[in-house]
């Protein structure tokens, strides 16, 4: 098995506690620190564009509270919430919290939740090595993994630090990049047409030169990726 190497940041208002934290978790070969920051605009852009895998998250920060952000976060980005308030245990775990620390942070409860971080990371680590074809996929949004079936997949479209998956009947808002989902998606079925959308191609209805129609949306066509979509459709297509 390769050596556990655990990449997080700190997302903490309190400049004293944060590099109070950091401090702490240098001491641990397998924790690598990709950041820390003081508000969860400043971490969301290291959050879709580097390999997290776990955030240290104050609840009471300035605009958007640890709560609100912790529902955009990935399921595969483990969440460690900090706090000051012993109240917020019980919701913390609703949110599939890994652990729930008060301040100030005491070394044995800090390595008690690290143990917790090492024994689920170490779990994942043979899923990563042997990824399997799948015909489904799941996303967080509003606090819930919901299981999504890809031929129901028409399109996402990419909304700022969010993507929105788009299927007949639903559409849910997730906390990624598009570049980051587009990459976690099967090539055969999946297909960039501009900076913004990704269709399935099962669901195309018609092409042209400058838009992609799914489902009555037209979509623009971006030149840079219409030779490979037009590829892709090449294969399928009856010449007379």
Not at 11 to 35: N, T
Request: glycine letters at 2%.
């Amino acid at each position: 098995m390769d050596k556990l190497s655990i990449k997080y940041i700190v997302i903490e208002d309190e400049p004293l506690a944060r590099r109070g934290l950091v401090k702490l978790l240098k001491g641990y070969d397998f924790l690598e620190c990709l950041g820390m920051y003081g508000n969860t605009e400043d971490a969301r852009m290291v959050m879709e564009e580097q390999p997290l895998d776990l955030i240290f998250l104050d609840i009471n920060l300035p605009e958007e509270s640890g709560w609100d952000f912790a529902q955009f976060i990935p399921a595969h980005i483990q969440i460690i919430f900090t706090t000051a308030y012993p109240n917020y245990a019980l919701e913390s775990y609703e949110l599939n919290a890994l652990d729930y620390l008060l301040k100030p942070i005491a070394e044995d409860r800090l390595k008690k939740a690290l143990d917790k971080a090492v024994s689920h990371f170490q779990q994942k680590v043979p899923e990563k090595a042997a990824v399997s074809p799948t015909d489904h996929i799941f996303v967080k949004a509003d606090r819930k993994l919901f299981r999504l079936e890809l031929n129901e997949i028409q399109y996402i479209e990419a909304m700022k630090d969010y993507v929105m998956i788009h299927t007949k009947d639903k559409k849910l808002m997730v906390a990624m990049n598009i570049k980051t989902i587009f990459n976690q998606l099967p090539n055969t079925d999946f297909v960039r047409i501009n900076k913004s959308f990704v269709v399935n191609l099962n669901k195309v209805e018609s092409v042209d030169n400058h838009w992609v129609t799914i489902a009555g949306f037209e979509m623009p066509l971006g030149a840079s990726f219409k030779d490979d979509l037009l590829e892709r459709i090449k294969k399928q297509t009856i010449n007379r």
